[in-house]
């Protein structure tokens, strides 16, 4: 069995290098000797077993969270799946809010490994930034290479255990709806460019509207934060610039909350003059008048399934499971005027 001078000496490193790089000391250590201990740990297949035994500690282990904001209703959602199958299993849940921030993501992974948690979860959308999620994964390998488990909800670049709801697929269904109805004047409100979640559910809304004949021209995209405000802001400036729009499709319930506020400011009928769509059904989206049309995502279960995949060491080979999305149907839409829907 490898030991840590095994390591050391296959990276060219001294032991205490080695050590910091295994442990997630939060002394410095540079990128490149960071990851010539990491390929020494896997060629060498080495584990620390004191760290090992700790991790094998069914009931007093605790797991590490990290989410975009827990106060967004999304994670809120998500972390109650999450802390559901974390109590049954006497699990101590810790709970990083990242803001979006990703240098924010990269210290709590640090954090937590220096916590030595039995899994770190990664609860939020990935981002399209090579050089993060380059170091990021990095980070999460060094973690597992002392036993440590890692399991994401949404498209991440890192292999392993991950919970992948259909946001491409729901966002294809939401486009068909809307072309059932008949609108062909339709602007999106999405959510920051950077982040995967808003690539795939803006793919999917164009692929269904490719399908129906049409076009979603860039200019009658708004990119914002996933919030009611920054949704209303962006419902704002496309009715001022394209003031003929029959439909506003929100990439997430918050959002189009915001849009339904700002029309029901500009005193605009929903859906009489304009049809409003959500995605992720919110518990608060069949509260809100007119309630929300929607694309339901198990966000309860898809915390739930993560955390259990994260627990479950039994699986050598990463395992992915893909959650359906569904349309439902509500009073915050409607055909286009004139037109009856097919």
Same mark, same amino acid.
């Not at 980070?139 to 670049?157: D, S």
């Not at 729009?245 to 929100?250: C, E, F, G, M, P």
């Given at each position: 069995?490898?030991?840590?001078?095994?390591?050391?000496?296959?990276?060219?490193?001294?032991?205490?290098?080695?050590?910091?790089?295994?442990?997630?000391?939060?002394?410095?250590?540079?990128?490149?000797?960071? /990851? !010539?201990? =990491?390929?020494? %740990?896997?060629? #060498?297949?080495?584990?620390?077993? &004191?760290?090992?035994? $700790?991790?094998?500690?069914?009931?007093?282990?605790?797991?590490?969270?990290?989410?975009?904001?827990?106060?967004?209703?999304?994670?809120?959602?998500?972390?109650?799946?999450?802390?559901?199958?974390?109590?049954?299993?006497?699990?101590?849940?810790?709970?990083?809010?990242?803001?979006?921030?990703? /240098? !924010?993501? =990269?210290?709590? %992974?640090?954090? #937590?490994?220096?916590?030595?948690? &039995?899994?770190?979860? $990664?609860?939020?959308?990935?981002?399209?930034?090579?050089?993060?999620?380059?170091?990021?994964?990095?980070?999460?390998?060094?973690?597992?290479?002392?036993?440590?488990?890692?399991?994401?909800?949404?498209?991440?670049?890192?292999?392993?255990?991950?919970?992948?709801?259909?946001?491409?697929?729901?966002? !294809?269904? =939401?486009?068909?709806?809307?072309?059932?109805?008949?609108?062909?004047?339709?602007?999106?409100?999405?959510?920051?460019?950077?982040?995967?979640?808003?690539?795939?559910?803006?793919?999917?809304?164009?692929?269904?509207?490719?399908?129906?004949?049409?076009?979603?021209?860039?200019?009658?995209?708004?990119?914002?934060?996933?919030?009611?405000?920054?949704?209303?802001?962006?419902?704002?400036?496309?009715?001022?610039?394209?003031?003929?729009?029959?439909?506003?499709?929100?990439?997430?319930?918050?959002?189009?909350?915001?849009?339904?506020?700002?029309?029901?400011?500009?005193?605009?009928?929903?859906?009489?003059?304009?049809?409003?769509?959500?995605?992720?059904?919110?518990?608060?989206?069949?509260?809100?008048?007119?309630?929300?049309?929607?694309?339901?995502?198990?966000?309860?279960?898809?915390?739930?399934?993560?955390?259990?995949?994260?627990?479950?060491?039994?699986?050598?080979?990463?395992?992915?499971?893909?959650?359906?999305?569904?349309?439902?149907?509500?009073?915050?839409?409607?055909?286009?005027?004139?037109?009856?829907?097919?």
């Amino acid at each position: 069995m490898a030991t840590l001078s095994d390591v050391a000496r296959r990276a060219g490193v001294s032991p205490a290098t080695a050590s910091r790089v295994i442990n997630g000391s939060s002394k410095p250590v540079t990128d490149e000797l960071r /990851e !010539r201990v =990491l390929r020494a %740990v896997a060629e #060498l297949q080495y584990v620390p077993n &004191a760290h090992a035994q $700790l991790l094998a500690r069914s009931h007093r282990g605790a797991v590490g969270v990290i989410v975009h904001d827990v106060s967004d209703p999304y994670f809120a959602e998500i972390t109650r799946g999450l802390q559901r199958v974390a109590t049954d299993q006497g699990r101590l849940l810790m709970i990083c809010n990242s803001y979006r921030d990703p /240098e !924010r993501e =990269l210290e709590y %992974v640090e954090l #937590l490994r220096g916590q030595q948690v &039995a899994a770190i979860i $990664l609860a939020g959308s990935g981002y399209h930034a090579p050089e993060f999620t380059r170091l990021l994964n990095g980070k999460l390998t060094a973690y597992e290479a002392t036993g440590g488990r890692v399991a994401v909800i949404g498209r991440h670049e890192h292999s392993g255990d991950a919970v992948m709801p259909d946001n491409r697929g729901g966002a !294809r269904l =939401l486009g068909q709806e809307i072309c059932r109805l008949g609108h062909e004047r339709v602007a999106v409100v999405a959510g920051p460019r950077v982040l995967t979640t808003t690539t795939d559910r803006l793919t999917g809304l164009r692929e269904a509207f490719t399908e129906h004949g049409r076009q979603l021209p860039e200019h009658l995209v708004r990119y914002a934060e996933f919030d009611r405000d920054s949704g209303a802001e962006a419902t704002a400036a496309l009715l001022d610039a394209e003031p003929g729009l029959t439909a506003i499709a929100a990439l997430n319930d918050s959002m189009a909350i915001g849009a339904l506020s700002l029309l029901r400011s500009r005193g605009l009928a929903v859906p009489g003059q304009l049809s409003v769509f959500g995605f992720d059904d919110m518990p608060m989206a069949r509260d809100v008048t007119p309630a929300l049309t929607t694309v339901r995502l198990p966000l309860v279960e898809m915390g739930a399934r993560a955390m259990a995949l994260a627990l479950d060491a039994g699986s050598p080979a990463p395992r992915v499971e893909s959650l359906a999305a569904e349309l439902v149907r509500r009073d915050s839409s409607g055909p286009v005027k004139g037109r009856a829907p097919y």
